[in-house]
């Protein structure tokens, strides 16, 4: 394994040179082997252990590493800081795989750097854990997302309200560039160092965005053009509503979508207070950092356009040097955004219940049964899933026939208007739910089970066969239904914590 650095290439500006701190006792605990056999790395867990016990804890360095502290602004909770940054994440490089793309390798609970502010720079053994666990779920479930490569034990304890086993994780992301990111140099009014990361993400993200070829450093400012600038932030959109209708789809909750913890990749990234909604409400959230519900299940679709207008407003000086003409241009793009999410919802939503085209009325009949859930307090993943095992011709032929024989409940009005909608074609309808709608779920109650016994215990055992299950959510393995339960308390007083 060997690592370029292009971020780094990009200047001082953009990062600070640190290197990890060592830990103790490095032991491997989780190897991605999937992953790693997509990215071409050929480590062997029996013959390599050791040594990747060394690489992903930081001990040691990959061969052409460059370690560095990232540097990027954020709203957090919507109060702007000017400066965060890797406070406990070390960029160690890139590797390309056998297709071109190239992912960042980046350790998580490496030790502080520069950006720390005050912080240990450690990682407790449960936030890794969990980490792994919900981005391969979230893999698995058809979701965007920054995916685990490694979790090593540190074999140091970690302080947090008590002392915890510490961790490293190894996070692979198509690249680790936030909107804050883009707001570290627009707030600085770096307008030379905005347009060298726009045309870095351009080239990373988006090739099909023509960028002049440059010749050297110093023509930078004129190999950007103001169309360039609009493209980009386009296709920025685009990956946005691909990436938060794919939640809504399965219910994720996200929990701090702060702009340093949105990727212009459009791939889920930070799941710390992340968690998994039950019985279907629109104001659901479980964070215990998110006090105001900023961030509650409903309210994603109008945050990451809160975000988006975040990433415009840098971008601004990019698209015009005069703002009002650079808002002219740009203000459109959010407008088509807002309706691109609105459709992208209510399209997924349709699927979910097997229409594979919106007509007029779906939006209604989808909007209705939303409420009819949310009053009956029926379970989001559950529901669908009954909907679809039930559903044959037969069936929706003799309730349509029998509907007005005796007076109907509420959601049984639903069912009849619902049937009548797919009578034409249900094999195509039940098809297309089963590929929408998952068996299963990374619950918040079977996660924190398996955490726990991980933690307490040392033996992964449980959390291998929940993974296993959670890899194939569409499937009905043996041990799907072990995993399908609803916690018995409705998750009333359950929250989520950041790990730090």
Known sequence: MKLSNQYHELGKNFYHETFPLPVSEPELLLWNGPLARTLDLSFSVEEDNELLGQYFSGNQLIKGSKPIAQAYSGHQFGHFNPQLGDGRAHLLGDVTDEQGNTWDVQLKGSGTSHFSRSGDGRCALGPALREFVMSEAMSALGVPTTRCLAVVATGDAVYRERPYPGAVVTRIAASHIRVGTFQYFAVRKDIESLKKLTRFAIERHFPEIKITPRADERSTEALLSSQNALDFFAAVLDKQVALVVSWLRVGFIHGVMNTDNTAISGETIDYGPCAMMNHYHHDTVFSSIDRDARYAFGNQSQIIQWNMARLADCLLPLVDEGEDI???????????????????????????????????????????????????????????????????????????????????????????????????????????????????????????????????????????????????????????????????????????????
Request: proline share 3%.
């Open 326 to 500: 650079a808002l002219a241009k740009i203000t459109p793009l959010l407008q088509q955004f807002a309706n691109d999410l609105q459709y992208g919802y209510f399209e997924m939503m349709g699927n979910k219940l097997g229409i594979a085209e919106l007509v007029e009325g779906d939006i209604e009949l989808v909007n209705d049964l939303l409420a009819i859930m949310q009053k009956q307090q029926l379970d989001y993943t559950q529901y669908f899933v009954a909907l679809a095992e039930s559903l044959t011709q037969e069936e929706v032929d003799n309730f349509i026939e029998h509907a007005a024989e005796a007076e109907p409940s509420e959601q049984e009005l639903w069912l009849t208007r619902w049937y009548s909608r797919i009578s034409d074609d249900v094999v195509a309808a039940k098809a297309l739910m089963e590929k929408t709608n998952p068996l299963v779920i990374p619950r918040n109650h079977h996660v924190e089970r398996v955490l726990a016994i991980s933690e307490e215990t040392g033996d992964l055992s449980a959390l291998h066969e929940f993974l296993a299950v959670l890899q194939q959510p569409y499937d009905n393995s043996a041990n799907t239904k072990l995993y399908q339960d609803a916690p018995s308390d409705g998750d009333e007083n359950y929250h989520t914590f950041c790990g730090t």
